[in-house]
């Protein structure tokens, strides 16, 4: 069964570091990864997916992901962290072709000043 | 463009009362899907619709139907409610299957007394 795992509930950075969101996947065939990120009471945004190709993966609000296949990761990363990043933070694996997404069960992001 | 729309925002009801939660996207997209969000679980899906006419369980179905009311529109309706379906629906759609990413209603906070 395809899967991911987010090992951390909750992340705490100051604003202005490296922000860093761990990601495992655990799929049969290629890996289709996507991340997700979500303000309060709000829906889900699209951050940027792994489809094929380079493994460094460039999304919106200066996030960027590393593909690793020998770590089975795919950590979302931020050089220098903003305020209004403070969110939850999804990671998610395409689990067929029909596009289901299968979630892990999120990362609160949590940036002070 | 709106997006991905969905009515109601909130809603209370009382255990065995039934109620429909309507989705619409404008984006001519072919799949939509139907999501429920619990603390610490992430979203699992309880029904998709791959094209307009079909409609399929994800893993989550049991207590919930679907309808695809047309290329536009995918509801979802609870029987009869339980306070175990007290949760936050998100409705998504995506131009097809593979590949594609989702893209996220805002979402239907329901409790169920």
């Known amino acids: 069964a395809q899967s991911v795992a987010q090992p951390e509930d909750q992340v705490n950075v100051a604003e202005g570091n490296p922000l860093t969101v761990k990601c495992t996947y655990s799929?049969?065939?290629?890996?289709?990864l996507f991340w997700y990120v979500q303000y309060p009471n709000r829906g889900l945004q699209f951050l940027l997916k792994?489809?094929?190709?380079?493994?460094l993966v460039k999304g919106s609000y200066g996030f960027e992901a590393e593909f690793n296949k020998s770590q089975t990761s795919f950590h979302l990363k931020k050089p220098s962290a903003l305020v209004s990043d403070s969110a939850l933070y999804f990671c998610a694996v395409q689990t067929d072709s029909w596009g289901k997404l299968q979630f892990g069960a999120g990362t609160q992001v949590v940036v002070t000043p | 463009n709106a997006g991905v729309t969905q009515t109601p925002k909130f809603q209370v009801l009382k255990t065995g009362q039934s109620m429909t939660l309507q989705c619409a996207q404008d984006?001519?997209?072919?799949?939509m899907y139907w999501y429920r969000q619990d603390p610490g679980m992430g979203l699992r899906l309880i029904y998709y619709?791959?094209?307009?006419?079909?409609?399929d369980k994800g893993e989550v179905p049991n207590g919930y139907n679907v309808s695809r009311l047309n290329k536009r529109e995918f509801s979802l309706r609870l029987e009869s409610a339980a306070p175990s379906q007290t949760s936050v629906y998100f409705c998504?759609?995506?131009?097809?299957?593979?590949?594609?990413?989702?893209?996220f209603g805002p979402g239907t906070r329901l409790t169920v007394l």
């Open positions: 619709s791959a094209s307009e006419g079909t409609t």
């Open positions: 998504a759609s995506s131009p097809s299957g593979r590949y594609n990413e989702q893209f």
């Open positions: 792994y489809i094929t190709g380079d493994n």
């Open positions: 984006m001519n997209h072919n799949s």
């Open positions: 799929v049969s065939g290629n890996p289709y």
